[in-house]
């Protein structure tokens, strides 16, 4: 090692600074004739103040990277231990989704977000279960991105965190949230991206509650016309009901004498009377109508 050429030098310094012999290097550089030959390989008698200068220099730097590295570890700790999400928080968390990810793909349903909450303790999940309208409006806070039905492990605990934080999360940097989780996590790079047009024109990341919105539309729309469907066949139910009655009264009194009965007029027109009184009265006692 010597100091003929650039990298030679740069390899000269990277040793001294790490201490190996610096002072033996500072001596071989201060050699004066006739130890020397003049002008091709002597040294100066000022090589002492570079050496021990840039020796100072060099401790001063990695004594600071140091502590630096100590302070922050320091600060992270501390914070942790002040903020609300503790780390056994996230050991709660890593387990829970365990057990709604077994193959551990680090991906679950959508669906099985309410559950994830429900089975969560404070403060990432809920104290109790909620109706499907106050979860609805729960999940409201959370800014999970939805897959096309599928949800990431680390986005979900993310923005978990933020929400337990209160932290904001504005709609363009939850897609710059999500460029960055593409390219530094595999798992979220293979996920498909659903995107949504709000009002305005605005063309936001697909999240879970536009997922629950939808799902809760769809079950809405189906109830309803499961209900009408319901009220049809009870309807034509009970007019079978009513039909059969009236058949059985014709032949019954098809099989009678066909006089008259006392205080009405024919048969027939008694029987349309009372097939028309109890249908009239079945509809009224029917709970569905």
């Given at each position: 090692?010597?100091?003929?050429?650039?990298?030679?030098?740069?390899?000269?310094?990277?040793?001294?600074?790490?201490?190996?012999?610096?002072?033996?290097?500072?001596?071989?550089?201060?050699?004066?004739?006739?130890?020397?030959?003049?002008?091709?390989?002597?040294?100066?008698?000022?090589?002492?103040?570079?050496?021990?200068?840039?020796?100072?220099?060099?401790?001063?730097?990695?004594?600071?990277?140091?502590?630096?590295?100590?302070?922050?570890?320091?600060?992270?700790?501390?914070?942790?231990?002040?903020?609300?999400?503790?780390?056994?928080?996230?050991?709660?968390?890593?387990?829970?989704w365990a057990r709604l990810d077994p193959d551990g793909q680090g991906i679950?349903?959508?669906?099985?977000?309410?559950?994830?909450?429900?089975?969560?303790?404070?403060?990432?999940?809920?104290?109790?279960?909620?109706?499907?309208?106050?979860?609805?409006?729960?999940?409201?806070?959370?800014?999970?991105?939805?897959?096309?039905?599928?949800?990431?492990f680390t986005e979900t605990l993310i923005l978990l965190c933020r929400a337990?934080?209160?932290?904001?999360?504005?709609?363009?940097?939850?897609?710059?949230?999500?460029?960055?989780?593409?390219?530094?996590?595999?798992?979220?790079?293979?996920?498909?991206?659903?995107?949504?047009?709000?009002?305005?024109?605005?063309?936001?990341?697909?999240?879970?509650?536009?997922?629950?919105?939808?799902?809760?539309?769809?079950?809405?729309?189906?109830?309803?016309?499961?209900?009408?469907?319901?009220?049809?066949?009870?309807?034509?139910?009970?007019?079978?009901?009513?039909?059969?009655?009236?058949?059985?009264?014709?032949?019954?009194?098809?099989?009678?004498?066909?006089?008259?009965?006392?205080?009405?007029?024919?048969?027939?027109?008694?029987?349309?009377?009372?097939?028309?009184?109890?249908?009239?009265?079945?509809?009224?006692?029917?709970?569905?109508?």
């Amino acid at each position: 090692a010597n100091f003929d050429n650039a990298g030679n030098a740069l390899l000269m310094l990277v040793r001294i600074s790490t201490g190996e012999d610096w002072n033996g290097v500072m001596h071989a550089a201060m050699v004066q004739p006739p130890d020397c030959t003049t002008d091709v390989n002597c040294g100066t008698m000022w090589a002492p103040l570079y050496f021990v200068a840039f020796n100072m220099l060099i401790a001063l730097v990695f004594l600071n990277l140091f502590i630096a590295i100590l302070l922050n570890n320091l600060s992270v700790i501390t914070a942790v231990e002040n903020s609300q999400v503790k780390m056994a928080d996230f050991v709660h968390f890593q387990e829970v989704w365990a057990r709604l990810d077994p193959d551990g793909q680090g991906i679950i349903r959508t669906g099985a977000f309410p559950a994830l909450l429900t089975r969560l303790r404070e403060p990432l999940g809920l104290q109790q279960s909620m109706k499907r309208f106050q979860m609805f409006r729960q999940l409201g806070k959370y800014a999970v991105p939805d897959h096309r039905g599928e949800i990431h492990f680390t986005e979900t605990l993310i923005l978990l965190c933020r929400a337990v934080l209160a932290v904001p999360l504005a709609r363009k940097e939850l897609a710059a949230l999500l460029e960055v989780w593409r390219e530094t996590l595999p798992g979220v790079r293979a996920l498909p991206i659903a995107r949504v047009t709000a009002l305005g024109g605005h063309n936001t990341p697909q999240t879970i509650q536009h997922y629950f919105a939808a799902t809760y539309l769809a079950a809405a729309y189906k109830r309803k016309k499961a209900r009408q469907l319901l009220m049809q066949l009870v309807v034509q139910k009970k007019q079978q009901n009513l039909d059969e009655r009236r058949a059985k009264l014709e032949r019954a009194s098809s099989v009678s004498s066909p006089g008259s009965f006392p205080g009405s007029g024919t048969a027939s027109s008694f029987v349309s009377k009372f097939s028309k009184s109890n249908s009239t009265r079945s509809l009224r006692k029917d709970p569905l109508l």
